[in-house]
C-alpha cells in the first residue's frame, strides 16, 4: 500500500525499469547510491550488477522489507531517514565518486536538487525520475518560461541532459502528471567558475524575485545603472533573457565589489 504522503508511485514497467538501470550503468568503481528505493524497482536490477548499493529510504517499513529482503540484504548499505538532510559526504570512498539515482517523492525533488549541488563535486552522474515539468526546467534555455531559479543553479554546476518521458501508466499508483528521466553530470572543472556560490545563489533569488519585471526592478538593492553598463548587461531585460554565464558574471562583480 502506498503512502501519499511519502509520495510513493512505484515503478512497475520494466521496458522503463531497464531503461534507466542503462541509463544509470551501474558499476563498481563508483559509491552507488539509491534515494527512496521503495519496494526495490531499481534497487534489485541496479544491486545484481554491482557488489554493494547504499540505499536512503525514509519510510520505515519499507526498509524493514528491505533489511529482510533475501535477495537484497547483503549488498544493501541501508540508512533510514529523510535524504534532504542526509550528509552524503559520509558515503566518500577513498578514491571513488559517486553515481545517485533514483524515482523521487515529486514533493521534495527541488528542494533535494538544491541539497545535492552542495556536494557535486563528489558526484559523478545523478539520474532521477522527476515530474517532466521539473526536468524542461533543469533543462530549459534562456528565454524559454521554464527558465528559471533552478535552471541557473543546475547548470552552473551540471550539464543537463532529458533522457526518458514516462507515462503515469509505468506506475502503481499512477501519477497525475507526467514524469520523465533525467542525467544531471556535475562538471569536473565548472565552464563558468563562481568565487562564492552563495552570492550567485542570492543574486539569482533576487533576480527571479518576480518574473514580469525587469533585472534593473529585481536587482535594484544590488547592482546600479553604472554596474550594469560595466557588465554590459542590458537591465531592462527580464531575468530569464539572462544566460547563467552573465549570472555568474554578474555574482564574481558583486564578490569584487565586496572585496
Ligand atoms: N524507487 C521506488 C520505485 O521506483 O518504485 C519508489 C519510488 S517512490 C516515487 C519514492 C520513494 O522515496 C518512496 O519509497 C518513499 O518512501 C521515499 N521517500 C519519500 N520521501 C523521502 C525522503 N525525504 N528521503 C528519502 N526517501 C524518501
Known amino acids: 500500500t502506498a503512502r501519499k504522503r511519502f509520495g510513493q508511485n512505484f515503478l512497475t514497467d520494466q521496458g522503463v525499469i531497464s531503461s534507466i538501470v542503462g541509463a544509470i550503468a551501474p558499476d563498481n568503481n563508483h559509491v552507488m547510491v539509491e534515494i527512496g528505493p521503495g519496494l526495490g524497482a531499481l534497487t534489485e536490477p541496479v544491486a545484481d550488477m554491482i557488489d554493494n548499493l547504499t540505499v536512503v529510504e525514509l519510510d520505515r517499513d519499507l526498509v524493514k522489507r528491505l533489511q529482510y529482503h533475501p535477495t537484497l540484504k547483503d549488498k544493501l548499505t541501508i540508512h533510514q531517514g529523510d535524504a534532504l538532510q542526509f550528509d552524503f559526504n559520509q558515503l566518500q570512498q577513498a578514491g571513488k565518486k559517486m553515481k545517485v539515482f533514483g524515482n523521487l517523492p515529486y514533493n521534495i525533488s527541488t528542494p533535494l536538487m538544491f541539497h545535492l ?11 532521477f525520475m522527476l515530474q517532466k515539468e521539473v ?3 533543469l533543462s ?14 543546475a547548470q552552473y554546476y551540471c550539464q543537463v541532459v532529458p533522457v526518458l518521458e514516462v507515462p503515469p501508466t509505468s506506475f502503481t499508483p499512477a501519477p497525475k502528471v507526467d514524469s520523465a528521466v533525467v542525467r544531471l553530470l556535475p562538471y569536473a572543472v565548472k ?8 552570492v550567485l545563489r542570492h543574486l539569482v533569488t533576487t533576480a527571479f524575485n518576480m518574473r514580469r519585471k525587469t533585472l534593473r526592478n529585481n536587482l ?4 546600479s545603472d553604472d554596474d ?3 557588465l554590459q548587461v542590458d537591465a531592462s531585460l527580464r531575468p530569464e533573457q539572462i544566460s547563467v554565464e552573465q549570472y555568474v558574471t554578474m555574482a564574481n562583480f558583486l564578490c569584487d565589489k565586496k572585496d
Open 117 to 127: 549541488f552542495e556536494f557535486a563535486e563528489q558526484i559523478e552522474t545523478m539520474h
Open 135 to 137: 526536468v524542461l526546467r
Open 228 to 230: 550594469f553598463a560595466t
Open 191 to 198: 565552464p563558468w567558475p563562481c568565487q562564492n556560490v552563495d
Open 140 to 153: 530549459a534555455s534562456p528565454g524559454n518560461k521554464a527558465y528559471g531559479r533552478l535552471t541557473v543553479m
Open 220 to 223: 535594484k538593492t544590488l547592482l
